[in-house]
C-alpha cells in the first residue's frame, strides 16, 4: 500500500468549520480515527492552536497533544490546590507559529544569548538546543516538516533571547 501525501490526506477527512469568539476553528476527522482540532484568529489567520487526539489501545478517545500554541491548564490543577505540581519558574516550552516561520518560544530561561547553541540533527529530524553551562538541553522534532517529508536546514535556524525567553525560527 503507498503512502499518502498529507495534502490528500487532509482532502480525504471529514472537516468541520465553526466561528465562536472572533476564532475561526476547524476540526478534521481522518479515517484512521485521529481527530486535528485547529483554531485561527479571525482578523489575522494566525494559527492560535493545533492539537491531535487518537483513540487508544482499546479504542477510547486519548487526551489532546497539543503541537502549536500554549497547553491548557488542568481542571484539577486549578481547583486542587493540594496537587503537586512543576514550579512556576521551571522552563515552559511551546510553539508559535507565524506567517513566514515556525517558531517556538521557551519561556524562564535566563541566560544570555551567548550561551545558547541552537543546530539541527539531520539524521534524527530535530532541532537541538543546548548551553555551554549545561543547565538546559532539549531535543524537539517538526512535526510539519515531517508529515511533508522535507528535508531540515541548519542555515534557515535563527534565534534570539528577550525578556528571559529564547525564541527560535
Not at 61 to 77: C, F, H, K, N, R
Not at 119 to 143: A, D, G, L, Q
Request: overall charge positive.
Amino acid at each position: 500500500m503507498a503512502t499518502q501525501s498529507w495534502s490528500d490526506l487532509l482532502k480525504a477527512s471529514r472537516k468541520t468549520v465553526l466561528v465562536h469568539d472572533g476564532k475561526r476553528k476547524v476540526h478534521y476527522l481522518f479515517s484512521d480515527g485521529k481527530e486535528l482540532a485547529e483554531e485561527y484568529e479571525m482578523n489575522t489567520d494566525e494559527l492560535l492552536v493545533r492539537k491531535w487526539r487518537k483513540k487508544n489501545a482499546v479504542g477510547a478517545q486519548g487526551p489532546w497533544e497539543v503541537e502549536v500554541g500554549e497547553p491548557a491548564l488542568s481542571v484539577e490543577s486549578v481547583l486542587e490546590p493540594h496537587v503537586i505540581k512543576e514550579n512556576s519558574s521551571n522552563p515552559l516550552f511551546m510553539r508559535k507559529d507565524t506567517k513566514t516561520s515556525f517558531q517556538w518560544r521557551i519561556r524562564n530561561l535566563p541566560y544570555p544569548k551567548d550561551v545558547y547553541m541552537v543546530s539541527v540533527e539531520p539524521k534524527e529530524r530535530c532541532c537541538i538546543i543546548r548551553t555551554t553551562n549545561k543547565k538546559y538541553y532539549k531535543k524537539f522534532s517538526i512535526p510539519d516538516m515531517d508529515r511533508c517529508q522535507l528535508p531540515l536546514e541548519s542555515s534557515a535556524l535563527t534565534f534570539t533571547h528577550a525578556n528571559n525567553t529564547l525564541i527560535i525560527s
